[in-house]
């Protein structure tokens, strides 16, 4: 993948192609990223720009097929007496034998690691035994989220982990000398289903091999080993910008200019959202949430407990997604009460969604709607560490009903 294949993000680009070219890279990088932003693909594009051989000449001068291990300038740490680059290359070259490899992701030193599960009871399985799957859902869906990944697995209602054997394997394959390119680089997407698995890669990102670079690409900073953290350097990434989403919708999804910046506008930032926007998969959410409360508020017992049997049925990465949609409309909820109805961002957004929201704000002001925030929160965070759906759906109905029946925040759970 080329960082012109990138979504937008064209300081965090200029950002990672600086490091390289003055001698400024770090041997572990973290790219935080939100869901939809792009740490993925932005991960897979410099992964590619690291091993392009034209991109090594302008470092070098040299041919690096003649140079694998030879005395040519190290990428990672500080020589004072190195020489400046050629030509400053913004992007890889994507015809060299190095790029041709990298972006049908067969390049021989570069390695991937994600969230992988049993195929059967007894298994200990790691990332190279779904490679195939993987490079199917990069070409897909490179913008995809962990939910995403695991039902192109047809995970169900399991949750996908970055193992010990796993974390085995990349020791293994990080000892060894590299094949084709002076450098090898490991990509390891979604670092927070690692768990203290991970302590078992400390001596490696501590001291790692020569020419040895790690990307791990994180959605949520505070699920990672602290001693992770602390040996990485950090590069944010941002959401997107509007403009940005609008003009890949237009390009790739063969939509209206207006119809893209409606659905760009009500994104946030995050390009898998407006896709998911575009295909209508929240229609079904939003009528689940009016069942909800309708239950809560209005029908009673009985129809709470039909609809939680229901949901309970649905899988743990189901009501997660679920949880989050709920959460989107009433972060909304609050940006429309200080937007108001008439500004730009309220007039683009779809009826039923704005009807939706101007009864929540009708119904909770701005107080309720951030004890609710925190409940979802919660209840998501539970949800991926196996709490039992029934009971937690049960409780948090409650803690719903407090917080809207009595208008008032409730304490933690």
């Known amino acids: 993948m080329l960082f012109a294949d990138v979504i937008g993000q064209n300081e965090i680009k200029a950002q990672l192609t600086d490091m390289v070219q003055h001698n400024r890279l770090s041997h572990a990088l973290l790219f935080l990223a939100k869901e939809g932003t792009g740490g993925l693909p932005l991960s897979l594009a410099f992964a590619q720009y690291i091993v392009c051989e034209k991109v090594q000449r302008s470092l070098t001068g040299n041919d690096i097929s003649s140079d694998l291990f030879g005395s040519a300038p190290a990428l990672f740490d500080e020589e004072p007496g190195r020489q400046q680059p050629i030509e400053i290359l913004s992007d890889a070259c994507g015809i060299c034998s190095a790029c041709t490899k990298a972006a049908a992701l067969v390049h021989p030193d570069i390695h991937y690691s994600y969230p992988v599960l049993p195929k059967k009871s007894g298994d200990k399985p790691t990332s190279t035994d779904y490679i195939i799957a993987w490079r199917e859902f990069i070409k897909q869906l490179p913008y995809g989220n962990l939910y995403d990944w695991l039902q192109s697995i047809n995970a169900e209602n399991r949750q996908g982990n970055i193992t010990a054997e796993e974390c085995n394997d990349i020791i293994r394959k990080l000892s060894l000398k590299t094949f084709e390119s002076k450098y090898k680089v490991l990509i390891m997407w979604m670092p927070e289903m690692l768990g203290k698995e991970g302590n078992k890669l400390l001596k490696l990102i501590e001291e790692p091999p020569p020419n040895t670079l790690f990307i791990l690409v994180a959605e949520n900073e505070s699920l990672i080993l602290p001693t992770i953290l602390s040996r990485c350097q950090l590069v944010k990434i941002p959401a997107l910008d509007n403009r940005s989403i609008a003009g890949q919708l237009v390009a790739k999804a063969g939509i209206d200019e207006e119809q893209a910046r409606q659905l760009a506008a009500i994104s946030d930032g995050n390009y898998r959202e407006a896709l998911q926007q575009l295909n209508h998969a929240g229609e079904d959410w939003l009528q689940l949430i009016r069942e909800w409360l309708n239950a809560i508020l209005k029908n009673g017992p009985i129809a709470l407990v039909k609809w939680i049997d229901e949901t309970s049925k649905m899988g743990r990465e189901k009501q997660k997604q679920f949880l989050r949609y709920f959460n989107h409309l009433v972060e909304m909820a609050v940006r429309i009460r200080i937007l108001g109805e008439e500004s730009e961002w309220a ?61 008032a925040t409730v304490k933690p759970w």
Request: charged share 30%.
């Open 347 to 407: 007039q683009s957004l779809p009826f039923t969604e704005k009807d939706f929201i101007l009864r929540i704000n009708k119904m909770a002001d701005i107080s309720q709607q951030e004890a609710i925030v925190e409940e979802l929160d919660k209840a998501s965070y539970y949800i991926e560490r196996n709490a039992n759906a029934k009971i937690l759906f049960h409780a948090l109905s409650l803690k719903l009903f407090h917080v809207l029946r009595d208008k």
